[in-house]
């Protein structure tokens, strides 16, 4: 068996169909149009908590940019206004 096979399986991943594959996480605008409100109301909970609780601030700052561009999206698609926030405050 080769070496990263091997490693693949004490990480248990037992094939590599995964790898290269994209994440379930909507990436742009037409696929954030196809999510419902409650949907969209959990991504931003997800990229506030991860801004929040990141360990970096290379991290915090793209939790950051997701979560106003997914308020935005918010506010254009369902009439919610997001509140005022500003990086590191």
Not at 4 to 32: C, F, H, I, K, W
Not at 53 to 62: F, H
Not at 63 to 83: M, N, S, T, V
């Amino acid at each position: 068996m080769a070496r990263s096979s091997v490693v693949g399986v004490q990480r248990g991943l037992a094939d590599n169909s995964q790898m290269g594959t994209r994440s379930d996480y909507p990436e742009s605008d037409a696929e954030l149009e196809a999510l419902t409100l409650a949907q969209l109301n959990a991504e931003i909970g997800r990229s506030l908590f991860g801004y929040e609780n990141s360990g970096t601030s290379q991290g915090r700052k793209a939790f950051f940019k997701r979560l106003i561009w997914l308020e935005a999206a918010r506010e254009r698609l369902h009439g919610i206004a997001p509140k005022p926030r500003r990086f590191g405050a």
